[in-house]
T-cell receptor, first 111, second 113 residues
Framework: EDKVVQSPLSLVVHEGDTVTLNCSYEVTNFRSLLWYKQEKKAPTFLFMLTSSGIEKKSGRLSSILDKKELFSILNITATQTGDSAVYLCAVEDNYGQNFVFGPGTRLSVLP | EAGVAQSPRYKIIEKRQSVAFWCNPISGHATLYWYQQILGQGPKLLIQFQNNGVVDDSQLPKDRFSAERLKGVDSTLKIQPAKLEDSAVYLC???????????FGNGTRLTVT
């Protein structure tokens, strides 16, 4: 059974701090790993990673995948209160576009 | 492009009652998903459609949950009868192809009392 583990489950930081969120996975036939940000409503897409070692960046957010060690990290630099959210990691298998989600990391950024 | 539309936004029912949720995916997206997200947990797949056919419903509690996507566009998810543990947010998502991310609707928050 495919499995996604995220750590930490909860994190409190102050504005300006840098945070690293972790996602490890077990999947039978890996295709991609995705990160989403979920505030009060729908999860919004951040990154899709398919290749090891290639960093994806969007502003203060960046992410990288290690397919040998089966994990990914999401970095947020110079955090802002607007970064407060649950960050979800999901893996897609190569069979039928099946996405399995982790429990999420709840990030709280204090002013 | 218009996003994934879901209704209603909120629903409160008593246990043993029935409820239905509706979803209209992004135009042209062949794959549609229903996820259940219990408070404090990640989304869990209930059912996946490819056009109007079911790809995966292995985690759908079929004794009380049903879903259909008759014309391969919009979809309904029904619960009958509801239990207290069905209280959750029901998220609909769609995707147009492999190598494309899921796009989520705003969800329906169901409370069963």
């Amino acid at each position: 059974e495919d499995k996604v583990v995220q750590s930490p489950l909860s994190l409190v930081v102050h504005e300006g701090d840098t945070v690293t969120l972790n996602c490890s996975y077990e999947v039978t036939n890996f295709r991609s790993l995705l990160w989403y940000k979920q505030e009060k409503k729908a999860p919004t897409f951040l990154f899709m990673l398919t290749s090891s070692g290639i960093e994806k960046k969007s502003g203060r957010l960046s992410s990288i995948l290690d397919k040998k060690e089966l994990f990914s990290i999401l970095n947020i630099t110079a955090t802002q209160t607007g970064d407060s959210a649950v960050y979800l990691c999901a893996v897609e298998d190569n069979y039928g576009q099946n996405f399995v989600f982790g429990p999420g990391t709840r990030l709280s950024v204090l002013p | 492009e218009a996003g994934v539309a879901q209704s209603p936004r909120y629903k409160i029912i008593e246990k043993r009652q029935s409820v239905a949720f509706w979803c209209n995916p992004i135009s042209g997206h062949a794959t549609l998903y229903w996820y259940q997200q219990i408070l404090g947990q990640g989304p869990k797949l209930l059912i996946q459609f490819q056009n109007n056919g079911v790809v995966d419903d292995s985690q759908l509690p079929k004794d009380r949950f049903s879903a259909e996507r008759l014309k391969g566009v919009d979809s309904t998810l029904k619960i009958q009868p509801a239990k207290l543990e069905d209280s959750a947010v029901y998220l609909c998502a769609s995707s147009d192809s492999k190598d494309s991310p899921l796009h989520f609707g705003n969800g329906t928050r169901l409370t069963v009392t």
